[in-house]
């Protein structure tokens, strides 16, 4: 498989994975930067080989206009996809992961990018320290 590329594997689709992330108590990880918000939780059972499993959502709330949503959806996924490698979490570790949008209005590539590299390496800071590695080997 291509290096930069994104299949199945990659995308969060189980959705008893989805309520675990949503629930009570579900979230391990949540992080805020502006246009996007991040939740994650450790998830050592799902069978994909991929570190992070993800899924984007876009609230109809926030973008009324289908088109704005797609467009928005897109530079989320692209801007993941160019830069999950340069944040690698630990060995063995599978997390699952939501990208939800929290602006009122389209937001530039550039700063979509920008909020994706602080959540990605806070999210790699985060499972990379020993307390979060304990805690998820304890599940």
Known sequence: ??????????KLCSLVAIE???G???????TLAFPLRAVARPNPRRSSDAP??????IPKKRLRHAVDRVAMRRRVREAY????????????TRVDMAFIYVADRLKSYRSVERAMHRILSALAEHY?????????SAQ
Not at 24 to 30: I, M, N, Q
Not at 81 to 92: C, I, T
Not at 128 to 136: F, K, V, W
């Open 128 to 136: 990379s320290t020993p307390s979060s590695l304990l805690d998820e």
């Open 81 to 92: 996809r160019l830069n999950r490698h340069a944040y690698p979490l630990p060995e063995g």
């Open 24 to 30: 009570a108590g579900g979230a391990d990880f949540s």
């Open 1 to 10: 498989m291509k290096k930069y590329g994104l299949g199945k594997k990659d």
């Open 52 to 57: 992070v499993a993800f899924l984007i959502s």
């Open 20 to 22: 675990q992330l949503f």
